[in-house]
């Protein structure tokens, strides 16, 4: 383990910036009626994220574990992961989005790929962070990107409605968060994760100031996960936004917000597990059954979809709260590396999920409502395939990968010997059977309905391609999960071993 002012542990947040900055500027040379795609911009943008991930994933290859920068910044298998996950998401939505996006007069400038690439940056600071303003630097960055995305088309009135809602909820949640911070900063002398866990692990500081720090945290992660109750936001943002923005939300945020928890809940409070465990439970439960039982009342697929993910992101916590029985951390590890299991591919499939949607969106005409799927099969067999795919790994359907993300988190939780765990399993298998009705509701309208309209599919080949490549990953890594379940498991061991 090294400690100094390692340069070359922040390289993909010195490059991230720079070429963000380089972007801006050459973006500036772009002529929006020469190249109303903004190939420029979007080459430069895909060729950085893709560079950075090559980098992170090579770094995490290394196995090396060290601090940085008066113990700031934390370099590990486990942030250098999430950073080569998040950064491939976010070239999979930039190539999903782009067609979306022009159609939409959204590309007449580069904001789109600039403020991705900053949110981007947030999402890196966030993973790397070992400082309590470090973490909240990166939030806010990632945060203040999200809002003008969401806003990104000012003629549509419920584009900005869904901003101004994200932004005062947003706003509020992060007032949660840093309040939460402040108090146990006050109550330890520290902003330091480490030296936070070091100053409580003495047993000499009062225990209900810790663990008001502790509520107002867990409220603050609980609204970035967008778990009930703090889930207000997430389908007003998810149905008001462009879609391209919606996946953008949805995908490699989500691994950021895993990132905190696991640095915050686990790294600087786990002395206070018992207490922030029994609020995750809460948390989860009531996800698995608000999220399920209200997207069965949708009509309007990313609506669906949103509530789909307060679910999921239930079940992703079952694994959060299952790791430590009774001060013992023994299935710690199983228990965390099956929660980042879980958010990895369920960030996989749903982009997938939204590059569907947009792919039968037109010009004019956004294909969000689940009668605009009907007759899928018969007018694009191959994106109905994709899609049915997707809805049967969200469902948890065998032997696809959502199924063995399900499988590892209810492992976890059944084998800690937590007490009420089995109850809590048999409650999260029967939401899942619940969900299960409006996943097979669409397939049934893309399988079994007459087509509304006869307008054939069409898309550019690299998403073609990509689209293919990110449907057949769905199937390959649940007949093989073994590989990126051992990348999980390992970036945990090695950061809990930290």
């Known amino acids: 383990m090294t400690e100094s002012f390692n340069w070359a542990m922040i390289y993909p947040e010195i490059l991230l910036l720079l070429m963000a900055c380089v972007i801006s500027l050459a973006d500036l040379s772009v002529d929006h009626l020469k190249s109303p795609g903004r190939t420029l911009t979007y080459l430069l943008s895909v060729s950085t994220l893709a560079v950075v991930a090559v980098i992170a994933a090579v770094n995490a290859a290394s196995g090396e574990v060290g601090f940085a920068f008066n113990n700031m910044v934390v370099y590990d298998p486990l942030g250098n992961w999430l950073k080569s996950f998040a950064s491939i998401a976010m070239i999979v939505t930039f190539v ?65 409605e869904a901003a101004i809602k994200y932004f005062v909820l947003g706003a ?27 100053a409580i692990m003495t047993g000499q500081i009062k225990h209900q100031v810790l663990v008001l720090g502790v509520v107002f945290i867990v409220c603050g992660l609980a609204f970035k996960f967008g778990a009930v109750p703090f889930h207000m936001w997430v389908p007003d943002v998810y149905q008001g936004a462009p879609t391209s923005v919606t996946l953008l939300i949805a995908g490699a ?4 917000a895993f990132a905190i928890a696991i640095r915050l809940l686990v790294d600087g409070l786990m002395p206070l597990a018992l207490e922030w465990q029994q609020m995750l439970m809460v948390l989860s439960i009531c996800s698995l059954l608000i999220g399920n039982f209200a997207a069965i009342m949708q009509t309007n697929l990313k609506r669906m979809l949103a509530y789909s993910t307060i679910s999921h992101m239930g079940f992703m916590m079952i694994g959060l709260f299952s790791g430590v029985v009774d001060n013992n951390t023994q299935g710690a590890a199983n228990a965390y590396s099956a929660a980042m299991f879980y958010i990895v591919t369920y960030v996989l499939t749903t982009l997938a999920t939204f590059g569907v949607i947009m792919l039968l969106s037109r010009e004019g005409f956004e294909s969000e409502e689940i009668s605009d799927f009907s007759g899928l099969n018969q007018r694009s067999p191959l994106y109905a395939g994709v899609m049915t795919v997707c809805l049967f790994s969200l469902a948890g359907v065998p032997p696809l990968v959502g199924f063995y993300a399900k499988l590892a988190v209810l492992q976890s939780l059944v084998s800690s010997g937590l007490p009420g765990g089995v109850g809590i399993a ?15 509701r669409v397939i049934k309208v893309m399988y079994f309905d007459a087509p509304l309209t006869a307008t054939t599919v069409s898309a550019t080949q690299d998403v073609r391609i990509v689209l293919s490549l990110n449907g057949a990953l769905v199937v390959l890594l649940g ?9 999980c498991s390992d970036s945990i061991v090695r950061s809990l071993g930290n």
């Open 426 to 440: 048999i409650f999260a298998v029967a939401m899942s059977l619940v969900g299960a009705f409006y996943y097979l």
């Open 479 to 487: 007949l093989l999960p073994g590989g990126l379940m051992t990348i």
């Open 96 to 160: 999903y989005g782009r067609p979306y996006s022009m159609d939409r007069g959204m590309l007449k400038g580069g904001e789109y790929f600039i403020l991705s690439l900053f949110a981007m940056l947030g999402i890196f600071v966030m993973i790397s962070s070992n400082n309590f303003l470090l973490v909240y630097l990166g939030l806010e960055l990632t945060t203040l990107s999200s809002y003008a995305l969401v806003a990104l088309r000012r003629d549509n009135g419920l584009a900005t």
């Open 253 to 256: 945020p989500k691994l950021a």
């Open 172 to 198: 509020m949640a992060s007032g949660f968060l840093l309040y939460g911070m402040s108090m146990l900063y006050g109550a330890t002398g520290s902003l330091d994760i480490t030296n936070v866990f070091k």
